[in-house]
T-cell receptor
């Protein structure tokens, strides 16, 4: 079993829909990182979380440390949100990152 | 503000050839990392560096070498390229290791490498 699990692996949505991507992890962490990888391949940091909730535009990220779970929400989704979303946790013992395999999101116009 | 710059973006190598993937950052970050991304897998750490002159192995170091002569540059060398090294390679940098801050890693755009 991977130490970082994301669900779903693939997601297709209609423009305007509310989207949720989930991340569960099994190790102790000092922080959790949500990343976005566009079809061109570049990786961009969206959020870094150690507790609670963060919001940036239409994106909201939450984390529940006790349940070892984080969610990334996209409100009013748009075709330009189509990308792979990657969850990564920073191991609190080693400070190394462990990456999930990503959720491939496609938003249709 | 360039951030993390990787070159080349694409490369095709023959089995047994060698090459160097270049990575440079202009954020004065001490920590730099090399990852590989294989289809359907999460990024795996190849090597990392905590400062100029200091490097250490990650999860998948075999077949690779690195050096860190300056804060800015962290090249990754492939000796005797093998088909198993076909992958997308990402360089990243960060202010620290996360022990004292939650500064994120900054990634380059990646190098797509095929070994034939």
């Amino acid at each position: 079993k991977n130490e970082v699990e994301q669900s779903p692996q693939n997601l297709t949505a209609q423009e305007g829909e509310f989207i949720t991507i989930n991340c569960s992890y099994s190790v102790g962490i000092s922080a959790l990182h949500w990343l976005q990888q566009h079809p061109g391949g570049g990786i961009v940091s969206l959020f870094m979380l150690s507790s609670g909730k963060k919001k940036h535009g239409r994106l909201i990220a939450t984390i529940n440390i006790q349940e070892k779970h984080s969610s990334l929400h996209i409100t009013a989704s748009h075709p330009r949100d189509s990308a792979v979303y990657i969850c990564a946790v920073r191991n609190s013992g080693t400070y190394k990152y462990i990456f999930g395999t990503g959720t491939r999101l496609k938003v249709l116009a | 503000n360039a951030g993390v710059t990787q070159t080349p973006k694409f490369r095709i190598l023959k089995i047994g050839q060698s090459m160097t993937l270049q990575c440079t950052q202009d954020m004065n970050h001490n920590y730099m990392y090399w990852y590989r991304q294989d289809p359907g897998m999460g990024l795996k750490l190849i090597y990392y560096s905590v400062g100029a002159g200091i490097t250490d192995k990650g999860e998948v170091p075999n077949g690779y070498n690195v050096s860190r002569s300056t804060t800015e540059d962290f090249p990754l060398r492939l000796e005797l390229a093998a088909p198993s090294q076909t992958s997308v390679y990402f360089c990243a940098s960060s202010y620290d290791d996360g022990a004292y801050s939650n500064q994120p890693q900054h990634f380059g755009d990646g190098t797509r490498l095929s070994i034939l």
